[in-house]
């Protein structure tokens, strides 16, 4: 995988998608806050992915098909975001 690194408060756009991802803080619908640090390409599909931080525990990085990071998933009937923006 590439990375794609911009500066915090910087977005770039999904090329696949056309939609944009912040550089900054998020929060998990399930409450845990994270750090989106980049996108990253697969090496032989391309498909990207949003590469995050914990910001708990070990800090640990993890990443994610950006197109799941941005859909909404259902709690309790209503639709939500699986990740949403809270700040720079």
């Known amino acids: 995988m590439s990375l794609v690194r911009a500066g915090l408060g910087k977005s770039i756009k999904n090329v696949a998608g056309n939609n944009m991802i912040k550089f900054g803080k998020y929060r998990h619908y399930k ?16 498909e990207e992915f ?21 859909e909404k998933v259902e709690i309790n009937g209503e639709k939500v975001p699986r990740f949403k923006f809270i700040k720079k």
């Open 50 to 70: 949003v590469v995050y931080k914990q910001l708990y525990g070990n800090g640990s990085l993890w990443v994610r098909p950006v197109k799941m990071f941005l």
């Open 31 to 46: 409450g845990k806050e994270y750090q989106v640090i980049g996108v990253a390409k697969h090496s032989e599909t391309l």
